[in-house]
């Protein structure tokens, strides 16, 4: 029961967080973003799910090597499952073998007819763009390219990736091979919420195989020590482009379970750090990718604060049931409700549910109860599902008639 309550919730967290993102326009009362040269741009606060702020997020792109974001989510994935091992060994294929690249996307130098493990596989693909360790990976998690790419594609959508599609899994350009700044943030957005435990492939600096080092792409991990990742490309179409993210400490939020019913702000969050994700496509060059990143890092972490208003799973209202086994449910948040305001106005944040509805019983735990409503300064800026912690049987017939009683003089 208690595995299918925290899926239910997890379920809902992970939807809530996708909506935010997939619907959000710049966080409300936005602090004017640095200018930045790049076709398209946005910046994201992961741990409020909130677009701080974004320039041609929903124009079509060619991703390049960004692609790999995906294919590496599939992987981890399979691991998770179970169906696939850091410790397996890949038969590299000749299509694999023969991969080409461009001045970005290179290779793993492995050799057609050999047995590669996946934890090299991983480096490969993920420290050196190798599109042969990436050919690999794909051909072993799905089959063939072809059938790994339709999994690409239902994973995106299952993600709201709407305005986006793959052909492959290496990203080299392909008239049906497209994505969005908004679409690759809800891609990164997941990978690093999902599986934390994978991030340190991408803050590797440099990595080793078969007599031939190679270097991370990424130079923002020499020249911010909060960097730990996530994935440069490079396509005549796509231009330069950086994936990156930012982790750095920030006040020490109270115990978890501990915000007030009614809203009032706390600061931090639970481990006391906060997440940024910035997306750059189409930069001049390799050094504009990196110096128009940074740009965007900074701006998120100097010019907004994280408010916490509830932690995941406390009580925010108890709600009376009708027709159920029990008279009461307690309603909160599937994923821990955070806010990004500007900085220094964490005290204008205020939080109020609304409920339109009685609760007649059935109720299942991480069905919607209700609706948080969110306002800075008195405007609204935002609201996020009520949800029931537990569920509530149906009362038999005697509970019934007595509830429906009730109802009539309440």
Not at 37 to 50: E, K, P
Not at 146 to 157: G, P, T, V, Y
Request: charged share 20%; proline share 5%; net charge positive.
């Amino acid at each position: 029961m208690h595995h299918r309550f925290t899926a239910r919730l997890r379920a809902v967290a992970l939807a809530t967080a996708a909506a935010l993102i997939a619907a959000a326009a710049p966080a409300a009362a936005q602090v004017p973003p640095p200018v930045v040269a790049a076709r398209s741009w946005l910046v994201l606060d992961v741990n409020s799910a909130q677009i701080l702020a974004m320039n041609e997020a929903d124009t079509r792109t060619d991703p390049a090597s960004l692609t790999k974001l995906m294919t590496a989510y599939l992987v981890f994935n399979a691991i998770k499952a179970g169906s696939l091992h850091l410790t397996d060994m890949v038969l590299i294929s000749e299509r694999a073998w023969k991969s080409g690249g461009n001045k970005e996307s290179s290779r793993m130098f492995v050799e057609v007819g050999k047995q590669v493990s996946v934890d090299d596989l991983l480096h490969g693909m993920i420290i050196q763009s190798g599109n042969d360790a990436t050919i690999a990976l794909a051909e072993r998690v799905g089959g063939t390219e072809e059938q790994f790419a339709d999994l690409m594609n239902r994973k995106a959508a299952e993600f709201g990736m709407k305005n986006s599609h793959f052909s492959n899994s290496h990203g080299l350009s392909d008239p049906n091979h497209y994505s969005t700044a908004r679409d690759l943030a809800i891609l990164a957005q997941r990978l690093v919420t999902d599986f934390p435990e994978y991030l340190s492939y991408y803050s590797t600096k440099e990595y080793t195989y078969n007599g031939i080092k190679q270097e991370n792409r990424n130079r923002l991990l020499w020249l911010d020590p909060s960097v730990d990742g996530l994935k440069t490309g490079y396509t005549d179409l796509a231009g330069w482009c950086l994936i990156a993210t930012a982790r750095r400490p920030f006040p020490a939020a109270p115990a978890a379970g501990a915000a007030p019913a009614d809203g009032q702000p706390q600061a931090g969050t639970p481990d006391g750090n906060r997440r940024i994700i910035s997306v750059v496509v189409g930069a001049q060059n390799a050094a504009g990718r990196v110096q128009e990143s940074q740009k965007l890092l900074n701006y998120a972490f100097q010019s907004y604060d994280d408010v916490r208003l509830y932690a995941k799973g406390a009580t925010v209202q108890t709600i009376p049931v009708f027709k159920g086994t029990a008279d009461t449910v307690t309603a909160g948040v599937a994923r821990e409700l955070v806010v990004s305001v500007p900085r220094g106005q964490g005290e204008k944040i205020k939080a109020a549910v609304e409920r339109s509805e009685r609760l007649i019983a059935p109720i299942q735990a991480g069905q919607q109860v209700g609706t948080i409503k969110l306002t800075l300064d008195g405007k609204p800026v935002g609201e996020v599902p009520l949800v029931a912690l537990g569920s509530v049987n149906k009362a038999g017939f005697i509970g019934s008639t007595i509830d429906a009683v009730r109802m009539m003089f309440k």
